[in-house]
């Protein structure tokens, strides 16, 4: 079975493309998503889905380097995975924090990410 996975990169172009949900890489995504504390552009505290980089690229097939080497998308949402909500994508252990998340990671960009 598949289902559409829309991702948003820092710029605010979307990406779209399908996603194979019948296999054990899927199910081992899904267990990797968490509720964790990320820090608003304004400086507020929210609780936000994340998932780490790998995982996602993990399901994405060919398409990985998206995400794993240039680390294009800041979020996504899969159809019909926890109700469509917006899951930020995690690049590091440290918080997600808004404030300087593009230039931080967005290697297009000239971001320093590892």
């Known amino acids: 079975m598949y289902k559409a996975l829309k991702a948003i990169e820092f710029d605010g172009t979307t ?34 889905l994340t998932v780490p980089a790998v995982w996602l690229g993990a399901i994405m097939g060919e398409a990985n380097w998206l995400v794993t080497e240039i680390h294009s998308f800041n979020s996504f949402s899969i159809e019909g995975f926890k109700g469509g909500e917006c899951i930020y994508v995690k690049y590091d252990d440290e ?20």
């Open 15 to 48: 990406f779209g493309m399908s996603v194979d949900a019948g296999t054990e890489t899927y199910k081992k995504f899904k267990a990797q998503v968490k509720e964790e504390e990320i820090i608003s552009i304004f400086g507020d505290h929210f609780k936000g």
């Open 95 to 114: 918080i997600i924090d808004m404030r300087n998340r593009r230039q931080k990671y967005h290697r297009v960009n000239g971001g320093n990410s590892k």
